[in-house]
Every structure is written in C-alpha cells, then in structure tokens.
C-alpha cells in the first residue's frame, strides 16, 4: 500500500481501496443471499424449526442483509464522494472560519480548531446515520417482531447520546491532539499511553455511569437461578460483586449477557430477554461459557493483542505523519497539517491492513468461542447449553443456512451448526 501510493497518490490508493473491498463484501453478500435461499436448513437443526418459523428466519435475515448491501453501496459512495471534494479540507477550514468569527481568542489554536472540526464531523455523521438508524429500528426490526422502542425512547436516546458526545468529546479530543503535536521521538509511546488509559477509562465508566443512563439495571433476586450463578462463579473462583438484570426488553426482544469489571471487583448482567428465552440451567449454561472465556484468559489475551496491534500502527503513523504529499493527496493546502488530521488520514491509508487484521480477528474469536465451549462442557454443562444456543438461535432467528466464506469474514462466532456438533462431541467424549 505504502508503494502504491507513491505512485498513484494517496487518495487515489484509498478511493481504489474501498471500490475494491466493497466488490469483495458485495460478491460475499450475493452468496450467502444464495445460501439463505436455501430450501431447508441444515439436517443436524431442522428438527428444531417448523416450516413457517424457518421461513420466519429467512425471511428476516434475507431483509437484514438487503439493508446492509443498500447501506453498503450508500456508504461507499458517498464516503468516495466525500474524500475526492475535499470535505476533510473544507471542514478544517470552516472550523477556523466559525473559530475566528466567534471572536475567540484562541481562534488560531490547532488544539481548538481540532474539537470544533471533530464536532462538525460528527454532527454530519449523526445527520447522515439518523435515517439508517430509525429505519433499521422502526421499519426492519419492527416488521419482524423485534423492536420495542418507543418513539420517545429512541428520541430521549438520541439526546442523551448528544449531551454526553458535547461533554465528552472536547476534552478527549483535545488531549488526543495534544499528544499528537509532540515533535518527541516517542510520540507512539505517547499516543499509545494515552489511548490505553483511555479505552481503561471507557471500560470502568461506561458500564457504571452511562449505561445506566439507558437503561434500568436491577439486581437477580433471590432464588434458584442466583443461587446457581452464585454457586457456578465460586466454584471458579471468579469474584462475582454484583449481578444485574437490564431492561433489554424496553428497547429489543433480542438477548445477552455480558461481564465487566477489573481485579476483585467483577459483576454479570443479564437481559431479561435472555431469563424469558432460556430455562434456569441453560442461564447458568451460557454464564459457565462466558465465565470459560475469564478462566481462559480469552479477555486478557484479546486486550493484549488489541494494544500491540494498536501501538504497531502509532509507529507506522509516525513514519507518514509528516508527509506533505499525504495531506496535500487530501486536499489540504501546502501550509496546512494539522496533527489529527494526520491520524485521520492515516485510518483511511491502512484501510488494507484493517481488513487482514478484522479477518485474523474473527479466526481467534471463533477459536475462543470453540473454547468457551468446550469449557461449559467440561463442567457438565454441555447439554443445558446446547439447550440455550438452540432456543436463542431460535428466538432471534439466526441464520443457520450460512455460507462458509461469508460466515468466516463476517462473523466472530461460529455458525450454529458447528458449534453444536462440536458441543455433542465433547459432551460424548466426557461421558
């Protein structure tokens, strides 16, 4: 990529970049349409569908990935026309000019400039995203049984989502540019110090105090299935602090489960669609799979990897970020560099790296959740938690005629299918 933009130019490079990786999404989405156009499903789970509820499923998956090809082709090309008008350079500029108009005193400031062209970006972004995202809500999801938010609830979300992006943002963006300024030869280091402490930031508040702010987090109550999740994480030694129930319901019939916290101090939640659509000892199932990927060290693995990778690409920016040829590719002016724009930039040049990265993703993934797995089984939980995958698979309608390319460059989980046959092979093996 670096060679081809020596002599194609860099926009040019990125323009045929994105043309060719949406050729290739759209030739993986035409074969798993033919692959959901399938008859029947697979033999090893036909037995789990009638007729009507497996054309319920096609029906559904056929429409999601009809959207996605739409909104793919949509987001293509106005991305491509966004990049050859000049919109980033524009941008920059008109935050100087609101800057300069508002009097402020600073106007010239980089650091300033920065937040106020990170603001326009996401106000277009959000401008942009609005029809998709109440489409996708009220009109896709809906038709199939799904969405239950309100338009008041997506409405107060959507505010609640602007106050925090107005609090949030200028600070964090004006610290990110401050680092990227520095002239230091360390300046990855810098980068890379000041992305981790804030991903660790993100990964304690978020759950904590903007969740909540969506959401209605209640403690399990007292009972058999608390006793048995309870049971299940001492028997692992996992410091389980508090265990929560969300209102997932409010918003969506689909379900999950997730853990968070660091150290001594962890907390599951629990949807309550995921206590409507699973039995007792199939929760406890699904929470002894989650809980093999903390055993594992599947999480801790994961974040590892995420932080070496993302250092990597500081230092590969740390070699362009200086570039004239880079920024005047773009549309920038021979005098203008700003730094964060320098990182932006950069995101669309390693746009190859970003694909052979999200496709090693998925392998590992698929690797741990095989794990995960196995770890559940190994606790005598293979057959409850082959009893939850089917009902969830079931009740979400997933896709279970799949196609093998399309499943391994889209998908972190494997089909389910796979992980059922190899869930009854463990389970025969351990008996």
């Known amino acids: 990529m670096l060679s081809l933009s020596w002599s194609l130019g860099w926009l040019e490079s990125v323009v045929l970049f994105t ?3 949406y050729a290739l999404h759209t030739w993986l989405d035409v074969r798993q349409r033919r692959a959901l156009h399938r008859p029947a499903p697979p033999p090893a789970v036909a037995h789990l569908y009638t007729p009507a509820e497996f054309e319920q499923k096609r029906s559904y998956n056929l429409a999601k990935l009809q959207y996605s090809m739409v909104h793919n082709a949509w987001d293509v090309c106005f991305s491509i026309a966004l990049l050859l008008s000049g919109y980033l350079p524009a941008t920059w500029r008109l935050a100087g000019h609101l800057l300069a108009r508002w009097g402020w005193e600073g106007g010239k400031g980089e650091i300033v400039q920065s937040v106020v062209w990170t ?5 277009v972004s959000l401008l942009l995203g609005l029809p998709w995202s109440a489409f996708s809500t ?3 999801e809906a038709s199939h049984g799904f969405n239950k938010t309100s338009l008041r609830t997506f409405t107060l979300d959507l505010l609640k989502s602007l106050l925090l992006g107005a609090l949030l943002l200028p600070p964090v963006v004006a610290g990110f540019t401050s680092v990227l300024s520095h002239s230091s030869p360390y300046v990855a280091l810098y980068l890379w110090a000041f992305l981790l402490a804030l991903s660790l930031f993100a990964l304690t508040v978020y759950p904590t105090l903007i969740a909540p702010l969506f959401n209605t987090f209640k403690p399990l109550e007292q009972g058999e299935l608390r006793e048995g999740i309870e049971e299940l994480a001492a028997s692992l030694a996992f410091p389980l602090k508090k265990l929560f129930v969300i209102d997932g319901s409010t918003r969506s019939a689909h379900s999950n489960a997730y853990m968070y916290g660091f150290g001594a101090n962890k907390r599951i939640v629990l949807y309550d669609t995921l206590l409507s659509q699973c039995s007792q000892g199939e929760v406890v199932a699904v929470l002894a799979h989650e809980l ?7 999480t801790i693995k994961l974040l590892v990897a ?7 690409q500081l230092l590969l920016f740390t070699l362009v970020n200086t570039s004239p040829s880079l920024f005047t590719s773009f549309g920038f002016l021979p005098g203008e560099r700003p730094a964060l724009a320098a990182f932006i930039l950069f995101q669309y040049v390693i746009g190859p790296l970003d694909e052979v990265l999200g496709l090693l993703s998925n392998v590992v993934s698929r690797a741990f959740e095989f794990q995960a797995d196995a770890f559940a089984v190994g606790l005598g939980k293979g057959t409850e938690l082959r009893g939850a995958l089917c009902a969830l698979d079931k009740e979400n309608k997933g ?4 196609d093998s390319l399309y499943s391994a460059y889209h998908y972190s989980h494997p089909p389910l ?3 059922l046959a190899a869930i009854d092979a463990g389970t025969k093996k351990e008996s």
């Open 19 to 21: 043309v060719a990786v």
């Open 119 to 123: 603001l326009i970006q996401a106000g």
């Open 138 to 140: 009220f009109v896709l």
């Open 292 to 298: 093999g990927h903390w055993k594992l060290g599947h």
């Open 306 to 312: 995420s932080q070496l990778v993302a250092l990597a």
């Open 399 to 402: 896709a279970v005629c799949t």
């Open 417 to 419: 299918v796979e992980r």
